[in-house]
């Protein structure tokens, strides 16, 4: 789970379904700052994924994913622009 906090003070919450030992599609949902869910849960896919290390950057409605692609030896860069 990362939770980041948004510049006009509401919550992002980011997941990883997994189905035993097989990853399925990651997952957002947006909340206010009391935590009440704000719209409804957004699948992301399969192409963001979140590494348990590294931390989520907030510019402006833009929160900011690096990750790192092992098999294809690469750093990857997902942005993802939050409506509030």
Do not use: H, M
């Amino acid at each position: 789970l990362k939770t980041v906090k948004l510049e006009n003070g509401s919550l992002l919450f980011l997941w990883e379904l997994w189905s035993g030992s097989d990853y399925k599609k990651t997952l957002a949902l947006k909340t206010d700052k009391d935590g009440k869910p704000i719209g409804n849960i957004v699948e992301l896919g399969n192409q963001v994924r979140l590494n348990r290390r590294d931390d989520l950057l907030v510019n402006g409605n833009q929160v900011i994913i690096f990750s790192g692609n092992k098999n294809e030896q690469k750093l990857e860069l997902t942005i993802l622009d939050v409506i509030y």
